[in-house]
């Protein structure tokens, strides 16, 4: 008996032990749920050019087919209904100034926010940017409760955050987690190094707060990854360092200005680092640059490696538009690059983002053509429509059993360089690859419909 008291004490202990380890959020949220708020939109039903009289018939149709059809078909509505949706967000001045997801308000006629003390105002779009999905609004009031902004860039992996917003319409619903990773690159969404945590978010939470353990803004909920609609355990949150600087942007001029390097880049897998002479696979490789672009005069080249940006380490590929689009315009950059397996460092004035074109690869073969029985490809030369599209290089018209078809050549790519060696024609090809050393891989570059990108090609 003594024994079983004995371990009852103990467990008691563990639990209070344990309890006092986790964070309580109590005054937390109290301290800052005064300055969230629900956010509702209404996007008015658009009639089509014929408006519909009772019977769902055009009003300009002879009361006798009115009639007529009126006895076989049952009235339709006069239109549509408005659409609604719900959001959340937070006020970050006492004069009204309020920031939110673009999503939530994208498209609205109406846009009604609800304050904490129950109040409803009507709300007016300062500005919205698409690219990173936010949006500023502003109410007319004054004296309103707003939140404290953190630091985003000191947030921690495995650190505690606390979203609070309106899922499903529950105003100030609390749910908390910790910060699962920085800086993820999401599908569309190139200049956004987001915050990916595992606090429950579903719809109605998008533009709502993400709070640190000291009351801070530090994020503002905005996707999720899903496959069944609601909350899996993945959440991403738009950093409020980046959403701060886009705010103020869209508060001053109405639009977003980011910084532009003009340069298509690629990752560094494991293969091409070897190629490339690199001890491990980190950087940012340069597939193409850009005609007249800052990178162009500043003089990068394909098959660069930029690894720093002003002293900051390119992991990933996917840093590299988080660290450039955070400059403006005329901003000065040192870039740290990897050329021919030696470490180099640019200067680079930044320039301005321009709207993107794609470039599409002609199809229209070329007179010459040679066949590489040592890569088992057979080659021609570009035709001028071609030359005008991708610059150098020669065609693949066939692929055969070897090393190109090994590393993923197909017919219709365009080989333009191997081995840091530029293709200028059918001779250029045959030169180079005749020399390609055996048993290490080598970086070759290749344009597929319109896009470049480097492969490694090895040769046993």
Do not use: C
């Amino acid at each position: 008996m003594k024994l079983i008291r004995f371990l009852f004490v103990i467990s008691l202990s563990f639990a209070s032990l344990a309890q006092a380890q986790l964070p309580d959020f109590r005054d937390l949220v109290k301290e800052t749920s005064p300055a969230v708020v629900n956010i509702s939109t209404v996007q008015h039903a658009r009639l089509s050019s014929h408006s519909q009289g009772q019977y769902g018939l055009p009003e300009d149709v002879p009361e006798i087919f009115r009639h007529f059809f009126g006895r076989q078909f049952p009235q339709s509505p006069r239109g549509r209904q408005d659409a609604t949706s719900l959001g959340s967000g937070f006020i970050v001045s006492e004069d009204g100034y309020i920031l939110t997801n673009n999503h939530v308000v994208k498209d609205a006629d109406e846009i009604i926010v609800r304050l904490n003390d129950r109040r409803e105002l009507d709300a007016i779009l300062i500005g919205a940017d698409e690219s990173s999905d936010l949006a500023v609004l502003k109410v007319d009031a004054d004296d309103l409760p707003t939140v404290e902004l953190g630091d985003s860039d000191k947030l921690d992996v495995g650190e505690w955050v606390v979203a609070i917003g309106s899922p499903f319409g529950f105003d100030y619903s609390v749910t908390a987690g910790i910060v699962s990773a920085k800086g993820r690159s999401l599908p569309n969404e190139n200049y956004v190094p987001f915050i990916q945590t595992d606090v429950a978010i579903n719809p109605g939470n998008s533009g709502g707060p993400l709070f640190n353990l000291d009351g801070e803004v530090v994020g503002i909920n905005s996707q999720i990854y899903t496959r069944s609609g609601g909350f899996m355990g993945v959440s991403f949150a738009i950093p409020i360092n980046v959403a701060m600087n886009v705010a103020e942007q869209l508060k001053t001029t109405g639009k977003v200005s980011r910084g532009w390097l003009g340069v298509v880049i690629q990752e560094v897998s494991k293969d091409l680092a070897e190629s490339f002479g690199l001890d491990r696979a980190a950087g940012a490789l340069v597939v193409q640059v850009l005609e007249d672009s800052p990178a162009e005069r500043a003089g990068l080249v394909s098959g660069d490696i930029i690894t720093k940006v002003n002293g900051k380490q390119v992991y990933l590929s996917s840093d590299l538009p988080h660290h450039i689009g955070r400059l403006s315009a005329g901003d000065k950059a040192e870039l740290g690059i990897v050329r021919s397996g030696k470490r180099k460092t640019l200067k680079v004035e930044i320039g301005a983002l321009p709207d993107a074109n794609g470039n599409q690869l002609s199809s229209n073969a070329g007179p010459a053509e040679r066949q590489s029985n040592r890569l088992g490809v057979i080659v021609h030369e570009l035709s001028d429509r071609q030359r005008q599209d991708v610059g150098n290089g020669v065609v693949v018209k066939d692929v055969k059993r070897g090393p190109a078809s090994m590393a993923g050549v197909v017919p219709g790519d365009v080989i333009s360089m191997i081995n840091g060696e530029i293709i200028r024609s059918v001779t250029d090809f045959d030169r180079i690859v005749e020399n390609l050393p055996e048993k290490r891989s080598v970086p070759m570059r290749i344009v597929r419909r319109g896009q470049a990108s480097f492969i490694p090609l090895r040769i046993e």
